[in-house]
């Protein structure tokens, strides 16, 4: 059974950081593309930030300088670093997994106050 379980939302102060993780099992870890996705009330879902197996990346315009991805293949977990949150970043954070399949986890908030 895959399992991807998000951990690190929470509340933060415009111009703070969090850090999220997500802990996968039931995949070869190693082997996935995994990325960060989120989802703002009345928006659609959309691509944060993605780490390829050799360890290449990709982010979205608007968090590109602010964001990091990694990955710690020993651990199957990948993690998004945010510095400088701006009350835009407001929304759910979701993990996904990318092989052959595509996974999903629960979601974490993430609320940037102003």
Not at 47 to 54: C, E, F, T, Y
Not at 55 to 81: C, E, H, M, P, W
């Amino acid at each position: 059974q895959v399992q991807l379980v998000e951990s690190g939302g929470g509340l933060v102060q415009a111009g703070g950081s969090l850090r999220l993780s997500c802990a996968a099992s039931g995949i070869i870890f190693r082997l996935n593309v995994m990325g960060w996705y989120r989802q703002a009330p009345g928006k659609q879902r959309e691509l944060v930030a993605v780490i390829s197996s050799g360890g290449s990346t990709n982010y979205a315009d608007a968090v590109k300088g602010r964001f990091t991805i990694s990955r710690d293949n020993a651990r199957n977990t990948v993690y998004l670093q945010m510095n400088s949150l701006k009350p835009e970043d407001t929304a759910v954070y979701y993990c996904n997994a990318d092989r052959i399949t595509a996974y999903w986890g629960q979601g974490t908030q993430v609320t940037v106050s102003s």
